[in-house]
């Protein structure tokens, strides 16, 4: 099936590091990526991780993948107000004719100054 | 180097009626992926178009289509408009086809309202 699950919201005070979870459905998928929509533009790809990478780490961020769970997480060290946005993470999902991304239902951080 | 390219921006149609968007990927990029994004549904696949041919599907009903143009710039098409087709919709490209490269750079939507 097609259902990349994230909760919805997540409070955290500026200074402290976020934890974004999601869980997936495809076990093929051979890249996981992490998106960021910020209000009223578009997405922006932050990273992404190969399906036989444990953890990657990129500046203030490291993702966690768990293929044996279907987890990924998004660490955000030392969140910032600017870090406030939706942060959605998507999977790659190959079915018959359609190659695509399945994106999650999104995670609101909302960074508290 | 030029970002994704959509027009309109924002848009207000009425049921029954038609509306075509247009999106110009970022120079070099010869595939382009049209997203649908409501509060409800999330962020759903419409279709990908790789040197003027669709190479994928999403599941929508028939009145969504689209083309490429020769120079990659794309156009989805919505016909007989109905309320629940107000969405952001959002024109990704890449220089890549399908999807798993993971590099697909958005534009900032088009937002259809339908009364």
């Known amino acids: 099936g097609e259902d990349v699950e994230q909760s919805l919201f997540l409070s955290v005070r500026e200074g402290d590091s976020s934890v974004i979870n999601c869980t997936y459905t495809?076990?093929?998928?051979?890249?996981l990526y992490w998106y960021k929509q910020e209000p009223g533009a578009g997405l922006q790809l932050l990273t992404y991780i190969f399906s036989n990478m444990d953890m990657k780490q990129d500046q203030r961020l490291t993702v966690l993948l768990n293929k044996k769970d279907k987890h990924l997480s998004l660490r955000i060290a030392d969140t910032q107000t600017g870090d406030s946005a939706i942060y959605f993470c998507a999977e790659t999902y190959y079915g018959g004719a359609t190659n695509k991304l399945i994106f999650g239902t999104g995670t609101l951080l909302a960074v508290q100054p | 180097k030029a970002g994704v390219t959509q027009t309109p921006r924002y848009l207000i149609k009425t049921r029954g009626q038609q509306v075509t968007l247009s999106c110009s990927p970022i120079?070099?990029?010869?595939?382009v992926s049209w997203y649908q994004q409501t509060p409800g549904q999330g962020l759903q696949f419409l279709f990908e178009y790789f040197s003027e041919t669709q190479r994928n599907k999403g599941n929508f009903p028939g009145r969504f289509s689209g083309r490429q143009f020769s120079n990659s710039r794309s156009e989805m098409n919505v016909s007989t408009l109905e309320l629940g087709d107000s969405a952001l919709y959002l024109c990704?490209?890449?220089?890549?086809?399908?999807?798993?490269?993971?590099?697909?750079?958005f534009g900032e939507g088009s937002r259809l309202t339908v009364l």
């Open positions: 990704a490209s890449s220089s890549l086809a399908g999807a798993n490269t993971g590099e697909l750079f």
């Open positions: 120079s070099g990029h010869r595939s």
């Open positions: 495809d076990s093929s998928s051979t890249y």
